[in-house]
């Protein structure tokens, strides 16, 4: 899933008629300052990072005057947010709530449909809700090919109690980010607080969004603002990351090369979204510490596998290489063999000192075995299983 | 006997002209499957390996009286190949193409379970019995027997490329597979586990089954009430990967998109709880599945 930063969403909800607070984005206090004292006070400031629950973590905060703005803003650009250091802030006039909603649109996976929650009470936790005041809150299914109509929205809000001006607005709000959803191929469009303002009209004043990674390409205009993938890590991309992004982008075409660094001193070169998990379990359960966590596949070009197989074998305090991988269908072993080993010896890597196990089945090993045993690495097929492989580096590393 | 595949599949490859299509199709006839058609608008006339391509599934469908499709079209015109295998009557659908936007998918497995369509997939490496000789799709590659020998074993997993690797080892155990299902590794599949067992369970050939469980969804939770309720009563062998990411901040995706734990739902351990209480072996190593199946088998 790509996550979209909420001055994003919040552009995206207006392009499709839904009101939001009036916005800026500033990088330090001084122009919180001044953007605070353009909106007119109060105004709110918030982390433009993309994590939920902020409100928990004190990275919302409300100003009443230029000095306390410039303070909070300050304030909140010292933090850290699940791993994120903040960057950017969000500026927004403060809404005049009168009341507060929640909804949110997601899929229900077991159901195979999307789903809708909405609750007459918003601006806090919806767990929390759930669970002391279940009577709140709606769960609708929506069938994926029908569609949603308006007197769906409406029946959900009925049924919560709206009434009168509340009920057509949210109402109207409800069906408009339904069709969001499904135009931009969204994975989750929360919004939360779903405000009724004084003047009667419905606000959106916290947006959380996502978008299908496999759906990103259809939106030309988000590609810069989305980032793919977001989901896959939980604190910015390290310099090694970003070099492995840079490999598998090159070629984006030929395989795939996912690397996210770890703390231990294996290095960990496996084949596959389900072998990997089974190579770095297996290698906790042996004692193991993975240096770090990858996948390939996909029939890489050994030019992709020799910059993943550097950026892991150049994390200092790598002390081995495992290359474990399934069966092969497609992916030709003899490219891999020839990245690996170009890596190993453009490292200058001494083959009796430095511990090294390939496993690696599939698509022309035979070439894959010269190419391994010419450079002195131990190579695998089905001779052993790929535990086995992985106890095999635990025991070269004991010596 | 084996399981979704029979003497009687009629097999049609859609998007067979495509460079993946046409070398699986040559892999797939190697095997002994029989091919009977293949679709790709605009080149009817050609033919891929000697197998006739139509412009359209409906003509495939006239001339040979297709009731199973493989689908290997590109992900933006998937949703339209599906639909139009709904639309002509085939019962077996095998999705082999990857990153099919989830909206996408919603709408074609409801299509699918209003005429009782049987999908597979998307984000499958296909389905094989060796018994019958039928593979579709790329699963199993050019050498086939070198994981997949006739027995008495169903396979079942999440990840495609763990697929050979398990049905491998239970050639290893010394037994050999009635059928190997594919899944597919999306969020959102045609048919999850627990109705892959049920036709294993009707399945005579059947003695047992290993199957490849993966963190994220609440299939196991199925799998686990599907034989407490006693529609599944043949021994079930698991395998569950990616525990590590219970230790790993909650909404991290490692492996496959459907990997993911949220809300606290999806953790392996729950799945192994849950398997266990319902008298599965869950092998607590992956060479344990050997064992295990020679106790068993």
Known sequence: MGRVLENVSKEILRENGIATPNFFVVTNEKEAREVASELGYPVVIKALVAVGKRGKTGAVKFAESPEEAERLAKQILSMTLYNFPVEKLLVENKLDITQELYVSITF???????????????????????????????????????????????????????????????????????????????????????????????VAAAVLMGIDDDALSRYPELSEKVEMGSDRVWRPLTALEKEVVAVDQADPYRGTARYTEMDGDIGFLCGGGGGS??????????????????????????????????????????????????????????????????????????????????????????????????????????????????????????? | ??????????????????????????????????????????????????????????????????????????????????????????????????????????????????????????????????????????????????????????????????????????????????????????????TPPKDILTRFENDPQTKACVMWVEPGTTYEDDVADLIKSGGFTKCLIAYVAGRFIEDMPEGTVFGHAASIIERGTGKPSTKIMRLRDAGVHVAENFNDIITILQKVM
């Open chain 1, 108 to 202: 229900d996976y077991s159901k195979q449909t999307p789903v809708i929650i909405a609750s007459s009470v918003g601006g806090v936790d919806i767990e929390e809700i759930a669970r002391t005041q279940p009577d709140k809150v709606i769960k609708y299914y929506v069938s994926p090919s029908k569609g949603f109509y308006q007197y769906e929205a409406r029946e959900i809000w009925s049924g919560l109690g709206l009434k009168e001006n509340s009920l057509r607005e949210a109402t109207g709000m409800l069906w408009k980010l339904y069709q969001m959803f499904e135009k931009y191929n969204a994975t989750i469009l929360e919004v939360n607080p779903l405000a009724i303002v004084a003047d009667g009209k419905a």
């Open chain 2, 1 to 190: 006997m084996a399981i979704l595949v029979t003497g009687e599949s009629r097999i049609a490859i859609q998007g067979i002209t495509g460079r993946e299509a046409s070398m699986v199709t040559k892999h797939c006839l190697a095997y002994g499957t029989k091919i009977l058609a293949g679709v790709t608008p605009g080149k009817e006339g050609q033919d891929v390996e000697g197998i006739p391509v139509y412009d359209t599934l409906k003509q495939a469908c006239q001339r040979h009286n297709i009731n199973t499709s493989v689908v290997f079209v590109p992900p933006a015109l998937a949703y339209d190949a599906v639909m139009e295998a709904i639309g002509n009557g085939i019962k077996l659908i095998v999705i082999i193409t990857e990153r099919i936007p989830r909206h996408a998918v919603a709408k074609f497995l409801e299509a699918a379970k209003e005429v009782e369509c049987t999908i597979i997939g998307p984000n499958s490496v296909g389905i094989l019995s060796p018994t019958e000789k039928i593979k579709l799709g790329p699963i199993g590659g050019d050498k086939v027997e070198r994981c997949f020998v006739p027995g008495e074993v169903g396979v079942i997993s999440r990840s495609g490329g763990m697929t050979a690797e398990c049905s491998w080892m239970v050639k290893r155990a010394g037994s050999g597979v009635s059928t190997t299902v594919s899944i597919g590794g999306d969020p959102l599949i045609g």
């Open chain 1, 277 to 399: 998990l089974l190579v770095y379990d297996t290698l906790l359960r042996l004692g193991g510490k993975p240096a770090n966590y990858t996948e390939f596949g996909g029939n890489p070009t050994d030019t992709k596998v020799y910059g993943l197989t550097k950026a892991i074998l150049s994390k200092p305090g790598v002390k081995s290489l495992l290359v474990d991988t399934n069966i092969t269908n497609n992916t030709q072993t003899n490219l891999v063999a020839k990245g690996i080993v170009r890596a190993v010896q453009e490292l200058n890597i001494d083959v009796k000192k430095f511990p090294i196990v390939v496993r690696h089945p599939g698509v022309n090993e035979a070439e894959a075995k010269e190419v391994f045993a010419e450079a002195g690495i131990e190579y695998h097929t089905d001779d052993i299983t790929m535990e086995d492989a992985a106890r095999l580096i635990i025991n070269k590393m004991k010596g």
